[in-house]
């Protein structure tokens, strides 16, 4: 299922623009942060999809009935830019697990994409919910690369996908190849990818801009 929540007008699209404004993404503070924020309200998002218990609360005057996350999901990143995300979606999920992924463009000296996932630290998979972040989603073939290693820890139960912004034909290339189903959620699908597989007009590299250019 496909969540395209820019759609609906609400403060996220404040953030999206902001991240995408070449004069304010300078700001690499403001960048990061509002990563962090559309990952706060993407996981909102989702957290209405989750499993919930009745539970009650003592309260100083009496007791209140809740209801309460019968679950604690996975929260998977994708290394660099999946980090600036990571810090919201655990604000939001403040109990769940973590882990972490490494997937990089290695230099081809063509406009060939070849990605390497070298770094995996995670947890336990089976049967529990698993978000995974990346703020951009190009091609969609770092993400089912990071699919492929993260299965290898146990099949959860449910998978969302949580990214600021995608491109159409990543979206295609996730729904056709990813070994399980996965709920997408992005801020906003951009149409186009340039030569070199940036999404257009996308916002540039979001790893450089919250980190510093890299080698
Ligand atoms: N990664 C980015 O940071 N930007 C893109 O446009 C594509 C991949």
């Known amino acids: 299922m496909m969540h ?17 404004d070449e004069t304010i993404q300078k700001d690499s503070l403001r960048f990061r942060r509002n990563l962090e924020r559309i990952g706060e309200i993407l996981d909102y998002e989702i957290s209405k999809t989750l499993t919930y218990e009745s539970k009650s609360v003592k309260t100083p005057l009496g007791e209140a009935k809740v209801e309460l996350m019968a679950e ?8 660099r830019a999946g980090l600036t995300m990571h810090n919201g979606l655990i ?25 390497m996932v070298e770094y995996k630290a ?3 998979l089976t049967d529990k919910t698993l978000i995974v972040a990346d703020p951009m989603l190009a091609t969609g073939l770092s ?3 990071v699919f492929e290693a993260l299965l290898k820890n146990g099949t959860p139960k449910k998978i969302h996908i949580a990214s600021a912004i995608a491109s159409r034909s990543a979206i295609d290339m996730l729904k056709k190849n990813l070994p399980i189903p996965a709920d997408i959620w992005v801020g ?15 916002l540039g590299d979001a790893g450089d801009l919250a980190y510093g250019v890299k080698l």
Do not use: W
């Not at 939001?92 to 994409?113: L, Q, V």
């Not at 070199?196 to 996308?202: E, L, R």
């Open 122 to 124: 995670c947890p336990d």
């Open 4 to 20: 395209e929540l820019g759609k609906k007008s609400s403060i996220l699209n404040h953030y999206i623009a902001e991240i995408r």
């Open 143 to 145: 993400m089912a690369l």
């Open 72 to 79: 604690q999901p996975v929260i998977a990143s994708i290394l």
């Open 91 to 115: 604000h939001t999920f403040d109990k769940a697990e973590n882990a972490f992924i490494s997937a990089y463009r290695r230099p081809t000296g063509t406009d060939e994409i070849d990605v």
């Open 188 to 202: 906003a699908i951009d149409e186009k990818l340039n030569s070199k597989s940036y999404i257009v007009p996308g």
